[in-house]
């Protein structure tokens, strides 16, 4: 069951924008949920060869002890009424394929890490990001029968740290003033950064906690983990400014907000365009791109979705260019019903070269 929560976090709400997201025991629960004689037992998938390896295991088996990357001969002696199943890579990329395309409709802030793992920056997003993770949860129970972790957090690290809190399908935030009760007692290999090796070489100058390594100074972390010191430094301190990447190339930029109170106030959503028109020209300048195409998307209460495009002769990436146009756009739309989501995206991009830089300096 997923916890219900109270208002306590809502006000926290803005600051909580990164989401974790990571499927439970993925390639042993997609064979459950293929062979539902399988229910309740555990299940281990892997080489089958008695020299091959555990790739994962059910939460049944893993309570015998049995985890990835044990051989499959030992989680025989430790589980042996388990079933073991060989790989089935092309049916885990297909439910791998479902999972995305959920995450997708969401928002295009998906950094994938990996086949069933992804954060999700959901802050151009005007819901309640428990309410955005719970739906999340639904769909993917929806549509692919498994179950998912998910953390909510300010950061990578701690949304990470989130979602490992209370697999399986676990749902846990982490706000700020948690940061030293969570952190403190913590191994020091649960921090991102700090491998197997690392964490015997800490444990061997007798450092085994978080708290541990809090009282190591900022010189000593940089000798001790090369280039990485300052980030493991501020990391242990809730600190982490890497941002949500996504490997999709950019072929637009844009920014879209769904909106907790729906409207067709037509000065509201100018306000919008307002916004989203400053936030374009900065990401289009700061990246030394131009664009010719802008382009208008809303989505009514009943989930329709209309866009409306104006493609110039020119390149544009002036706050005065794209709202004059997106105004426009949004006056060639009737609006019949409330809008639950707007937004605005630059798209037929070009690189400024370095000479048209300098005179657009
Ligand atoms: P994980 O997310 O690490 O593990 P998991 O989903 O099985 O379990 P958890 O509930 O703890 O998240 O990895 C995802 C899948 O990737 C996993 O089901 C099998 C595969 N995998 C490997 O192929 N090799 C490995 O070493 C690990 C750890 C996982
Ligand atoms: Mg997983």
């Known amino acids: 069951?997923?916890?219900?929560?109270?208002?306590?976090?809502?006000?926290?709400?803005?600051?909580?924008?990164?989401?974790?997201?990571?499927?439970?025991?993925?390639?042993?629960?997609?064979?459950?949920?293929?062979?539902?004689?399988?229910?309740?037992?555990?299940?281990?998938?892997?080489?089958?060869?008695?020299?091959?390896?555990?790739?994962?295991?059910?939460?049944?088996?893993?309570?015998?002890?049995?985890?990835?990357?044990?051989?499959?001969?030992?989680?025989?002696?430790?589980?042996?009424?388990?079933?073991?199943?060989?790989?089935?890579?092309?049916?885990?990329?297909?439910?791998?394929?479902?999972?995305?395309?959920?995450?997708?409709?969401?928002?295009?802030?998906?950094?994938?890490?990996?086949?069933?793992?992804?954060?999700?920056?959901?802050?151009?997003?005007?819901?309640?990001?428990?309410?955005?993770?719970?739906?999340?949860?639904?769909?993917?129970?929806?549509?692919?029968?498994?179950?998912?972790?998910?953390?909510?957090?300010?950061?990578?690290?701690?949304?990470?740290?989130?979602?490992?809190?209370?697999?399986?399908?676990?749902?846990?935030?982490?706000?700020?003033?948690?940061?030293p009760s969570i952190l403190l007692p913590l191994p020091v290999k649960s921090v991102y950064g700090i491998g197997k090796k690392t964490s015997k070489r800490l444990n061997n100058i007798g450092i085994y906690t978080v708290e541990d390594l809090m009282r190591l100074s900022e010189e000593f972390m940089v000798e001790f983990f090369g280039k990485s010191g300052i980030e493991i430094y501020n990391r242990i301190r809730g600190i982490d400014s890497r941002e949500v990447n996504t490997t999709r190339e950019r072929k637009s930029l844009g920014t879209e907000r769904t909106f907790s109170k729906y409207t067709k106030d037509k000065e509201i959503l100018k306000d919008y365009l307002h916004r989203f028109a400053l936030e374009i020209e900065a990401s289009l300048q700061s990246k030394n791109l131009q664009a010719k195409t802008i382009t208008l998307k809303i989505k009514d209460i009943q989930f329709r979705t209309q866009t409306k495009s104006k493609t110039l002769n020119n390149y544009i990436s002036s706050y005065n260019d794209i709202f004059e146009l997106a105004v426009n756009l949004l006056d060639e739309i009737r609006l019949t019903q409330d809008i639950r989501l707007i937004g605005l995206t630059a798209s037929n991009l070009i690189t400024l070269k370095l000479e048209q830089l300098s005179l657009f300096d």
């Not at 589980?79 to 479902?98: D, G, N, W």
């Not at 998912?148 to 957090?153: E, L, N, P, T, V």
Request: with cysteine.
């Open 1 to 179: 069951m997923i916890p219900i929560y109270t208002s306590k976090y809502l006000g926290q709400a803005e600051k909580l924008h990164i989401i974790h997201v990571d499927m439970d025991a993925f390639y042993a629960s997609v064979e459950e949920h293929d062979n539902p004689k399988l229910k309740g037992l555990p299940i281990i998938v892997g080489g089958l060869s008695n020299h091959g390896i555990v790739t994962t295991a059910n939460y049944i088996a893993r309570k015998y002890g049995v985890h990835s990357a044990m051989p499959i001969f030992m989680a025989k002696q430790k589980c042996p009424r388990a079933c073991f199943l060989p790989v089935r890579m092309e049916r885990y990329k297909e439910v791998s394929r479902q999972v995305f395309h959920i995450l997708y409709g969401i928002t295009d802030l998906v950094e994938p890490l990996s086949i069933d793992e992804a954060y999700l920056d959901v802050s151009n997003i005007e819901i309640n990001p428990i309410e955005i993770a719970q739906k999340i949860k639904e769909e993917v129970m929806k549509k692919t029968g498994l179950t998912m972790s998910i953390g909510i957090s300010y950061n990578k690290f701690l949304a990470k740290l989130a979602s490992d809190w209370n697999k399986p399908n676990g749902l846990k935030i982490i706000t700020e003033d948690m940061v």
